[in-house]
T-cell receptor
């Protein structure tokens, strides 16, 4: 158990809908990262927050947005969902947002768009 | 454009033998590399890392080698155990950024 929690575990929805994925980092971790893993793909970095502020952006679509709240939990919002958005979404956290920090991953949320 | 490549999607090794997982990268601005292990239905877990100023880092049964001129790193597991069966991802950090680029993973199966 990494100490990072993600809810829900599974989510099934229809195209065009909007969903929110939630992540609670390890106690004491200030930085949260979101990743997408599609079938047979590596982990694609989406976005990073550090202590409530956006720090780095990766291949995140404009239909997706995220935020980190004062209690440090984070939410990833996915809107106007398409079939291709079906994937595993992982959240990770680290102590600080420095370059060389081990990231601790949650178990992921499996999103299925029908 | 896949900047971090793991060209072997799968690998099978006998218990007790050496497992060698390979990773190639294209961007010379990567300066820190990590290996993660992932079991089914779990998130990746950190295994071992190496800075670009080193060419080897060892932690127990796990050793990572970095060949900067070839833009290649490898993870050696000796001796391999059935519990090592998992998907292994290599990841690279782009110097001066907070971004980690992950490879597509290699599924290792250690046969008892």
């Amino acid at each position: 158990d990494s100490g990072v929690t993600q809810t829900p575990k599974h989510l099934i929805t229809a195209t065009g809908q909007r969903v929110t994925l939630r992540c609670s980092p390890r106690s004491g971790d200030l930085s949260v990262y979101w990743y997408q893993q599609s079938l047979d793909q590596g982990l694609q970095f989406l976005i990073q927050y550090y202590n409530g502020e956006e720090r780095a952006k990766g291949n995140i679509l404009e239909r997706f947005s995220a935020q980190q709240f004062p209690d440090l939990h984070s939410e990833l919002n996915l809107s106007s969902l398409e079939l291709g958005d079906s994937a595993l979404y992982f959240c990770a956290s680290s102590v600080v947002g420095d370059f060389y920090n081990e990231q601790f991953f949650g178990p992921g949320t499996r999103l299925t768009v029908l | 454009d896949q900047q971090v490549k793991q060209n072997s999607p799968s690998l099978s090794v006998q218990e007790g033998r050496i497992s060698i997982l390979n990773c190639d990268y294209t961007n010379s601005m990567f300066d820190y590399f990590l290996w993660y292990k992932k079991y089914p239905a779990e998130g990746p877990t950190f295994l071992i890392s190496i800075s670009s100023i080193k060419d080897k880092n060892e932690d127990g049964r796990f050793t990572v080698f970095l060949n900067k001129s070839a833009k290649h790193l490898s993870l050696h597991i000796v001796p391999s155990q059935p519990g090592d069966s998992a998907v292994y991802f290599c990841a690279a950090n782009l110097s001066g950024t907070y971004k980690y680029i992950f490879g597509t993973g290699t599924r290792l199966k250690v046969l008892a």
